[in-house]
């Protein structure tokens, strides 16, 4: 370690003070320029060790105390020794009595040492891989924690798992936490916000060494919403160590956010250079299949399955909605309001608790066939082009309008496109859609011409 040289230009040689009060005396004046937390938490409970050839020894309770003493509050504290004996010294910082590998073992807090050794699981029961339906949208998520869930630490260490609100992050965590406690190790689940209070409880109350014991004597730490730990650089600090701690020990780590890792700014750039180091996986909105299988799913949960029709199902499914949570929500309104009136759920049943819904009417399908004329009839190209393997561009155009029309108006499957026009893959028909999408938004030529195919399909429909 450097000392710190202060300006005062009458330093000497240390004098015959060479005892307990130097420290006492610095613990003093840090006191009273610190703040009560950060004094309480890292000083408090140091402990002076000795005073030799220029160098003050200080003792810390454990290597996490140390850490910090060392690593952010070593400078304030050398200079305030140094102030008050009028010398160039430096200072080193020892853990009390952990001579040796036994009895630093021997400090280290036991299961019993604490009231609540350990942190509850939280793992609500519902949320299971066996309840999380799988699409195009959310398969390399699931993929990725399963592989996780079924070997801790091994595969992907940490795993990161970013999507917006109520796309099933969430979802996987819990899953992630069951599985592991089926092979009898030990998951935790904690928001950001549960982990930031009851961090500064510890602080408040002097229990960090509880704190520390508790989530750092776990399997897995499964912790959400890490975005809240912008801003909190204390609750970062705490995080960060904890994060260490668990990785070095071989330890299971994953961590859901709303945004993407490198759109988290404010976190501290080692926390987001440790998430950068695993894998980082997203969940996209879920298609209209994913959608439709989640709420039959959700039917057979709540034990009515046939109690909707498929048709209402597939209006629900088309709702313009990328969160899972009100697209259930809205199934869960249905169900009881049929239950409470004790009717059975038609489309008018469904239009009255949910009024923001498109009637079934104007979301019946148009047969596909009479897209596939219609769209050939408007760019002037034979049908049969549009199933063949044509690359001419204008075939090529009228194509991909026609695969985009049957999944609006037909609301057909990415698959199904695909193996009516001429048997292609479903990401030719995912690219041709979004690609269809794009240039919708440009309002362009394209934007006039969907617009006469869709007024065309409909009047004839």
Not at 37 to 48: I, V
Not at 247 to 276: C, T, W
Not at 447 to 461: F, G, Q, T, V, Y
Request: with cysteine; charged share 20%.
């Amino acid at each position: 370690m450097q000392s710190i040289k202060l300006e005062s230009q009458e330093l000497e040689p240390i004098s015959c003070r060479q005892d307990e009060s130097i420290w006492q005396a610095a613990l003093g004046s840090l006191q009273l320029n610190l703040s009560s937390e950060c004094y309480n938490t890292w000083l408090s409970k140091t402990t002076f060790v000795s005073l030799k050839n220029n160098r003050l020894t200080i003792g810390a309770p454990n290597a996490f105390v140390a850490e910090m003493l060392e690593q952010r509050l070593f400078g304030i504290v050398l200079n305030y020794v140094q102030k008050l004996t009028g010398s160039r010294l430096d200072l080193k910082v020892v853990v009390v009595g952990a001579t040796d590998q036994a009895s630093l073992s021997a400090s280290l807090p036991t299961e019993n040492s604490f009231s609540h050794p350990r942190v509850s699981s939280k793992l609500f029961h519902k949320f299971t891989f066996s309840g999380f339906i799988v699409g195009p949208s959310n398969e390399l998520a699931h993929a990725a924690a399963v592989a996780v869930a079924s070997d801790p630490a091994n595969k992907y260490n940490p795993l990161v798992i970013h999507s917006s609100v109520g796309l099933g992050k969430t979802h996987l965590l819990h899953a992630i936490g069951h599985s592991a406690k089926s092979l009898g190790l030990q998951a935790t689940y904690v928001t950001t916000e549960e982990f930031t209070n009851q961090y500064i409880s510890a602080i408040r109350t002097g229990t960090t060494e509880e704190f520390r014991f508790r989530y750092r004597h776990v399997d897995l730490l499964l912790i959400d919403d890490i975005q809240f730990l912008s801003g909190k650089e204390q609750t970062q600090e705490g995080f960060f160590h904890t994060f260490n701690e668990l990785y070095m020990s071989g330890k299971q780590v994953v961590v859901a956010s709303d945004r993407p890792v490198h759109e988290l700014n404010i976190l501290e750039k080692r926390i987001k250079s440790r998430l950068f180091g695993g894998l980082i996986v997203d969940l996209q909105p879920p298609s209209i299949e994913t959608r439709t299988a989640i709420l039959l799913s959700k039917l057979e949960s709540l034990k009515r399955p046939g109690i909707i029709s498929n048709d209402i199902v597939h209006v629900l499914a088309n709702r313009e909605t990328n969160n899972v949570r009100e697209l259930e929500g809205s199934l869960n309104r249905i169900v009881a309001y049929a239950e409470l009136v004790n009717e059975e759920i038609t489309a008018d049943i469904v239009s009255t608790v949910l009024p923001h819904v498109d009637s079934i009417s104007t979301l019946a399908n148009v047969p596909h066939k009479r897209v596939i004329h219609l769209t050939a009839k408007h760019f002037n190209v034979d049908s049969s082009d549009l199933l063949g393997r044509s690359r001419n561009s204008r075939v090529s155009n009228a194509r991909h309008i026609a695969m985009y029309l049957m999944r609006e108006e037909s609301n057909m499957g990415f698959k199904e496109i695909g193996q009516t026009l001429g048997r292609r893959d479903h990401s030719t028909v995912i690219n041709a859609c979004r690609k269809i999408s794009l240039s919708i938004s440009c309002k362009g030529p394209l934007s006039r011409d969907l617009e006469i195919l869709r007024n065309s399909l409909r009047s004839a429909h």
